[in-house]
Nanobody
Framework: QVQLVESGGGLVQAGGSLRLSCTASGRTFSSYGLGWFRQAPGKEREFVIAISWSGYSRYIADSVKGRFTISGDNAKNTVNLQMNSLKPEDTAVYYC????????????WGQGTQVTVSS
């Protein structure tokens, strides 16, 4: 069992920046890494970005490449998502999740945090 606690999020104007954090506890060793997914109103949840626990591997969705970065702090079991040059289409609930080797979620999710980008 893994527990994930997210922080950050909020309202920002287009072109602005936000930072999300996710702290994991429990059986984190059973997963490959930690990532972020998002779900906009009326849309399916989609993958955004993830990092392996080692920090050596990252996977980034094309829609956020060049704007979003992910970093990890193994000592704190925390992963940070830095979101720059935000667009209105980035508006969604962002969920932290543990991921498998193929970057898909392996079933542990955070509670979600709202990110709203105004135009």
């Amino acid at each position: 069992q893994v527990q994930l606690v997210e922080s950050g999020g909020g309202l920002v104007q287009a072109g602005g920046s936000l930072r999300l954090s996710c702290t994991a506890s429990g059986r984190t060793f059973s997963s490959y890494g930690l990532g972020w997914f998002r779900q906009a109103p009326g849309k399916e949840r989609e993958f955004v970005i993830a990092i392996s626990w080692s920090g050596y591997s990252r996977y980034i969705a094309d829609s956020v490449k060049g704007r979003f970065t992910i970093s990890g702090d193994n000592a704190k079991n925390t992963v940070n998502l830095q979101m720059n040059s935000l667009k209105p289409e980035d508006t969604a609930v962002y969920y932290c999740a543990t991921v498998k080797l193929n970057w898909a979620s392996d079933g542990s999710w955070g509670q979600g945090t709202q990110v709203t980008v105004s135009s």
